[in-house]
């Protein structure tokens, strides 16, 4: 049975999609055979080529039930579900059927007041610093957001994913041939720790 990796939180400009792309190419790169679905009204279904994953269409009810019960019949399989922002009870369904589920937020205090609430919500959820400033002074801020949120969860927040500038071609309607280093390197890390979480292996002398 595949295992289901959802990417929720009732904030939007968080990441979600970005960090759902993201786990799509880490797990790839690590020989994992991953499906990113799409479920966000507002959104575009992206195209499959040059990806190493599969990109699929969710956003009806009728849709995800189908991909979702595609996905249990696969051995092997992680599919990873971009929940979009600002639907709570969408949320809540996306959270029944999750292996992992995941609170990107970001280094505002607005994003820590709503990702408070979320863990509320949502006991088993881990937060997921999101596109975490890389910039010294900006990371020490941050930090010290970081360091409230751990002090209250210290076993609910994974290792903040970096800003990188290039992520964003992973959004693009068609994915470039090659992606940068630094963008693989994020990508694998932030996979290395779902997996861990999942308790599946991390083969990183599979990532080229």
Known sequence: MAEIICVIGNKGGTGKTTISHMLGEGLGLNGYRAAVVLTDTGRALLSRENR???TADARTPGQLSGIVGKLHALKGWIGVIDGGGSRTEHDRRLADLASLLLLPFRDSPEDVRTLRQDLERFPDALALPSQWPTNPWQ???AQRLLDEVVA??????LDPVPSV???????????????PTPLHNACRQLAAQ???RLGLEFFPERIA
Do not use: Q
């Open 52 to 54: 190493r994953y599969l």
């Open 139 to 141: 990371r020490e801020a």
């Open 152 to 157: 209250d969860w210290p076993d609910r927040v």
């Open 165 to 179: 500038s290039s992520s964003k071609l992973l959004l693009f309607e068609t994915l470039p041939p090659t992606l």
């Open 194 to 196: 779902a997996l861990d």
